[in-house]
């Protein structure tokens, strides 16, 4: 019971994430949203939530981690089952952006969970295991989301996803009690004056490379997301099944033996090097759907080397007093790289114009950064002796 309840909110946390990665625009297009709109309401969720994260850190660690994660599931619920009754643009603008803060304290929440609760235990085991939840929750997500909606309705996913978050505050309210053994942060007086130290104190130096790497590769995941459907043009089922390689692929990274035995930073170096040549890969093959599958593969190793390792390195190197403002921050990366990444592909045509750049432009980009970035990690690393 001293995993399940963490894992259980991270598992519904991205059930959640995927099932409105896939349906939210199709729902907003069915609301006769404008092209523009649909791109606003689908990234409001994310920037509200990267907001979210940052001040939830510091809500974890004053008021301890069991009342704000239950006001984010029960929140959550609501926020989510009202998607059912909307009828205009801008009632599902101000949903999503609810939505965006009300979930923003279940991951670093979650997480902060777990780090309380490990201790001298082995964090890459548990984290590895931990990261492949959450990548069996973004396949199940996916595939149960597309499924409701093309034999049901956009508007049944959100009410089953509403009924799954109120399930999980259901299952914390009757169970948190038995986390009390495991010494996990409380709201009293001595955590609440604790928690007013220095931000900077989750700013060390092995904690700002896990912030950096989360965020390279979240930025991967937003290009793939943005750009992926475009490569695939209207064939949703090749879409779908690039997607859920690199997620069975991630999965058994995760609960494979190299996360537990390797070096943290060793494997973050090599999760990036890896994103770095999927995208390489698919860039100079955009138009063969077989070279963009091997591409997600070496992604999902990727993906499974570099997730579980930076939250690892969190869970080691924070007392309990930090660990909340500094999941906080490692998950906003996670929400700020998606954004990024979703939208510098725009940004690149609005500076260089349509016609002026290759389709896999923005993939060689992409190769040429995480590249760069994982060299300069590993140089940083051996010379403060953390390789």
């Keep these: 019971m001293s995993y399940f309840l963490p894992r259980l909110i991270l598992f519904l946390s991205f059930i959640d994430l995927f099932f409105h990665f896939t349906t939210i625009a199709r729902f907003a297009e069915l609301l006769k949203s404008s092209s523009y709109m649909i791109g606003v309401i689908v990234a409001i969720y994310s920037i509200s939530n990267f907001a979210g994260n940052l001040i939830s850190g510091i809500i974890l660690d004053r008021w301890g981690r069991i009342l704000p994660v239950k006001f984010g599931l029960f929140l959550s619920s609501v926020t989510v089952g009202s998607y059912y009754f909307v009828n205009s643009v801008m009632q599902l603008f101000i949903l999503r952006l609810l939505h965006g803060i009300s979930s923003s304290v279940l991951v670093p929440g ?136 690199y997620a069975i692929v991630a999965l058994f990274v995760m609960i ?10 060793n494997l973050i170096v090599f999760g990036l090097f890896s994103l770095s040549l999927s995208f390489l890969i698919i860039g100079f093959n955009t138009n063969d759907f077989i070279w963009i599958f091997i591409g ?19 869970s080691e190197n ?11 921050i490692l998950y906003a990366c996670y929400s700020g790289g998606v954004v990024v990444g979703s939208n510098y592909p725009a940004l690149l045509e609005y500076l260089f114009g349509n016609n002026s750049l290759n389709i896999g432009f923005e ?25």
């Design 296 to 314: 997600m593969v070496i992604f999902g190793l990727g993906y499974g080397s570099l997730f579980p390792s930076v939250t690892s390195i969190v």
């Design 110 to 245: 979650a997480y902060a969970i777990i780090g309380d609760i490990l201790k001298n235990k082995n964090h890459g085991s548990v984290m590895g295991i931990t990261g492949a939840i959450i990548a069996f929750s973004a396949i199940l997500g996916s595939l149960s989301a597309g499924l409701i909606s093309e034999f049901i309705s956009v508007r049944f996913v959100f009410i089953v996803d509403a009924l799954m978050l109120l399930l999980g505050f259901c299952f914390l309210l009757i169970y948190s009690r038995n986390l009390e053994q495991y010494n996990v942060l409380a709201y009293d007086k001595e955590s609440f004056a604790k928690s007013s130290s220095s931000l900077f104190d989750a700013l060390k130096k092995k904690l700002i490379i896990s912030y950096i790497s989360i965020f390279l590769m979240s930025i991967g995941v937003g290009l793939l997301v943005g750009r992926l459907p475009l490569l695939f043009e209207d064939n949703d089922m090749y879409r779908g099944i690039s997607f859920t390689i």
């Design 256 to 265: 494979s033996p190299i996360v537990k035995k390797l070096n943290k930073i």
């Design 363 to 387: 993939f060689y980009l992409a190769f040429a950064i995480l590249l760069f970035s994982g060299l300069l990690i590993y140089r940083f690393s051996k010379t403060n002796n953390y390789v």
């Design 318 to 328: 924070t007392d309990k007093f930090i660990r909340g403002k500094s999941y906080g």
